[in-house]
């Protein structure tokens, strides 16, 4: 490597870096703004003496080490899917190694699962993370309490009304901004932590060890109000597809990590100096700063909170463009908010059924402290998951000894079950809707995922090969022109196709079954050999198969384009398209339960349409029905 493509290299992976800043640690950025206030929250009794404050904090210092530097950075993000992290992709990337039929099922349905508590995180962090920003105006004055509600849900509408317009304009400013809120926030703890440097002795486990054995079984309970501060830590895996692992990890360790402790130590040793003021322990955050300060530090809060929600509803696009592409969601309306960015999208429905619930929850839990107690169940039963499927990618993938593995495994599990033991008792004061919400969301992603396959099997039972429907449709006559027939299954022949040839008795005198197959892995090169296979069959025939990562942006039309230059002797631009369309019947309850089979068949009935959903257009589309029962 030269020294001119070093520079470039340095200076591209230091843009990354920036920009991973702002996306990816927008979330646990803002636990600062209700961690530590969580934890004295009058829910715990703790007091503010040197033992409590001191063990909170080595418990914090603990957990961010633990957690986000070894376990994620250091072990999870060694197992990227064609680049590509989070749950789906993980569970995507093991299964093809799980020989074992029980096995593959509980990790299908496991990261199913997980994948399905992340659309919970979508609405928990910006309800929590904007509440607790605009309470900071009681810090300023009480009176001011009864806009905090108000403020929220109007900052949220514009939020997510402003999704449509993509992130790209707005992301350039993500990163820099970003950069500057962790620069703040550890600003303000050392400023604090130069009046009590003892404070950084609780750096040393013995005071979280100090703790527990003064505090016991009740004590541990507040390691459910510790584990906010590693909420967000799981998007260093989820977005790894986006940046590369590199810039993640010199975010977290340049700035990231010394800015959280800066700021949560700071706030320690405020406490330490100041924790006879029950104003204080209520929102320790906004008093690191004189009277003075703390709008201006509302309104930096605020844009945080904003930038940090922006990351995880974005990432709920991300990974329910995955689950439209893997099959496991009917199709919904995709929009691609830039023409060089394949990876920002915008999908309305999911946009305003995120804001709904968000709006809900601010109305129903009305504070900061309330959202606690559902947040930190969801992000803690992800990463029970993410340990479990790690083991094999563990023993498959990097090819680790069992010792090494299981040790690996059982030190991950025994941190990530800890927070979760003392998170579950969270679920009856909220932490259920998450859980609910996510057990709901892997209802429609197995019944979808069951329907499909009975689908297909009554496809396949009524219909013929399409070698046998050669030979079959030599006794019509031919009409000039092409007709592409569109299958969701390959080596048969499309319902669509047979029965258009039997009521017109004609077919045209070129035929192509198209399929579109999306792999498991994230990105299939748009060069690469096989990704458009053709087989040619005699009368004017042929099967065309176009491959796609889940990640992929669907470009139909124009792979469709390529195919005279792929060898089909055809005009495309004088072409026909014949789409299926099934109406779904109900026949018994064979297979799946008949609640299961409705919700399919609702699913069915208001999936979008392959014309709008694969762009073909409109005027050369030809649409032919039938009844399936299943």
Not at 441 to 456: A, H, P
Not at 552 to 573: K, R
Request: hydrophobic letters at 50%; one cysteine or more; proline letters at 4%.
């Amino acid at each position: 490597m030269t020294n001119t493509d070093d520079h470039q290299h340095r200076s591209r992976i230091g843009l990354l870096t920036v920009a991973a800043i702002g996306v990816v640690y927008g979330d646990i950025g803002t636990s600062p703004l209700y961690a530590i206030k969580e934890c004295f929250s009058e829910h715990y009794g703790l007091e503010t003496g040197m033992r409590e404050v001191y063990g909170i904090l080595s418990l914090i210092f603990w957990a961010l080490t633990l957690v986000v530097s070894v376990k994620y950075l250091t072990v999870i993000m060694r197992f990227d899917n064609k680049g590509e992290g989070g749950e789906m992709a993980l569970m995507e990337l093991v299964s093809p190694f799980v020989r074992n039929r029980k096995a593959l099922l509980a990790v299908t349905v496991l990261g199913l699962f997980g994948a399905s508590l992340l659309y919970g995180d979508g609405v928990i962090t910006p309800a929590i993370s904007v509440l607790s920003a605009v309470e900071g105006l009681t810090v300023f004055s009480p009176d001011m309490s009864t806009y905090i509600i108000p403020l929220t849900i109007a900052i949220l509408l514009g939020l997510f009304a402003i999704q449509s317009r993509g992130t790209g304009s707005v992301g350039k400013i993500f990163g820099p901004f970003t950069m500057f809120w962790f620069g703040l926030m550890g600003t303000l703890g050392a400023i604090s932590i130069a009046q009590t440097p003892d404070v950084l002795l609780a750096i040393n486990p013995m005071y979280a060890i100090d703790y527990f054995a003064h505090h016991g079984l009740q004590g541990a309970l507040v390691l459910g109000s510790v584990f906010l501060v590693v909420t967000g830590g799981e998007t260093v895996y989820a977005d790894m597809g986006h940046f590369g692992p590199k810039p993640i990890r010199n975010g977290w360790f340049m700035l990231v990590f010394p800015a959280l402790l800066l700021n949560y130590f700071g706030q320690g040793a405020l406490l330490m100096r100041e924790g006879a003021d029950a104003a204080v322990v209520a929102n320790p955050f906004f008093h690191l700063v004189p009277s003075w300060g703390v709008i201006p530090l509302v309104i930096i809060s605020t844009f945080a909170t904003v930038i940090a929600s922006q990351a995880v509803i974005s990432g709920a696009f991300s990974l329910t463009w995955q689950a439209l592409q893997l099959g496991n969601l009917p199709r919904l309306k995709v929009l691609h908010t830039s023409h060089t960015e394949r990876g920002q999208i915008y999908i309305p429905f999911i946009n305003w059924a995120l804001f709904v619930v968000t709006v809900f929850l601010v109305l129903n839990f009305k504070t900061s402290s309330n959202l606690a107690a559902m947040y930190g169940i969801a992000v803690s039963t992800t990463m029970v998951i993410t340990s479990l499927i790690a083991w094999h990618a563990m023993r498959q993938i990097a090819k680790w000894s069992v010792a090494l593995s299981l040790l690996a495994t059982l030190s991950f599990l025994a941190v990530d079950a800890s927070f979760w033991a003392a998170n579950a008792v969270k679920i009856p004061d909220g932490g259920w809707v998450p859980l609910a919400l996510a057990g709901a969301i892997l209802i429609i992603f197995l019944t979808w995922r069951k329907g499909r396959s009975l689908l297909g099997s009554a496809i396949k039972r009524r219909t013929m090969k399409i070698e046998e429907f050669v030979t079959y449709s030599e006794i019509y006559p031919t009409v000039p022109g092409t007709a592409i027939y569109m299958s969701g299954y390959q080596g048969i022949a499309p319902p669509s196709l047979v029965s258009n040839v039997r009521y017109n008795r004609s077919r045209h005198e070129n035929i192509i079954v198209l399929s579109v197959v999306t792999e498991t892995v994230a990105r299939v090169n748009k060069s690469a050999e096989g990704r458009i296979t053709i087989n040619e069959y005699p009368q004017g025939f042929w099967t065309v198969v176009v491959r796609y990562g889940f990640m992929d942006q669907l470009d139909l039309h124009a792979d469709i384009l390529l195919l005279p230059e792929e060898g089909l002797p055809i005009d495309v631009t004088d072409t026909t398209f014949v789409l299926g369309h099934e109406t779904i019947s109900i026949q018994d309850p064979g297979g799946m339960a008949m609640w299961r089979k409705h919700i399919f068949k609702f699913l069915h009935r208001n999936s979008r349409t392959p014309v709008k959903y694969f762009g073909i257009p409109f005027k050369r589309v030809l649409e032919v029905g039938g009844n399936v029962e299943i």
